[in-house]
């Protein structure tokens, strides 16, 4: 079983419904399970032992939440083993600005994860489109970490 992990912070609960969202994708892929992990409940193991990674963050002064960078920080030490691992990232704001995203994505770029799909900027309440949008996101996730699992390793 492909194991897909959903790190995300959230104080209000938006961001928590999105990562439920891009659970919901990963699970309906056969083969796929979903791991939903709040970042100060969840350890740079799960990042290793993982198959793919969707981060979320709340829009916080135009950067992501101090938990998640704090939680890449801490993972530094780990970027050899973590790379190559699929990864897509989502954010929730109260405005459309795309810097938390951006910011989470530069961090995939750093850790050189692959990033599999555009990330998701939802805007103020989350919608019905922002959950859908999610759904898709985590079903191409869990898509490619079936299809890079499948190839064998040399
Ligand atoms: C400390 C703080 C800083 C924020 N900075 C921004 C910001 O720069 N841009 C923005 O669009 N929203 C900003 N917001 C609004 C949150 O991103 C927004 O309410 C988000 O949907 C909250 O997500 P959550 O429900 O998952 O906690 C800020 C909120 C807080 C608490």
Redesign the pocket.
């Known amino acids: 079983m492909i194991e897909v992990l959903v790190l995300?912070?959230?104080?209000?609960?938006?961001?928590?419904?999105?990562a439920d969202a891009v659970a919901e994708g990963v699970e309906s892929i056969e083969g796929d399970s979903a791991r939903v992990k709040r970042v100060d409940y969840a350890t740079v193991n799960d990042f290793i032992s993982c198959d793919a990674v969707a981060f979320?963050?709340?829009?916080?002064?135009?950067?992501m939440?101090g938990l998640i960078k704090d939680f890449f920080d801490k993972a530094l030490s780990v970027r050899e083993r973590v790379a190559g691992k699929p990864s897509v990232a989502f954010?929730?704001?109260?405005?459309?600005?795309n810097?938390?995203l951006l910011s989470l994505e530069r961090m995939i770029s750093s850790f050189r994860l692959e990033k599999v799909a555009d990330g998701i900027v939802?805007?103020?309440e989350?919608s019905e489109e922002n959950l859908k949008a999610c759904k898709k996101l985590g079903e191409a996730l869990a898509k490619r970490a079936l299809e890079r699992a499948e190839v064998p390793k040399d």
């Open positions: 995300y912070y959230s104080r209000t609960g938006r961001t928590k419904a999105l979320g963050s709340p829009n916080y002064f135009s950067y939440a954010t929730s704001g109260g405005g459309p600005s810097s938390a939802s805007q103020g989350i």
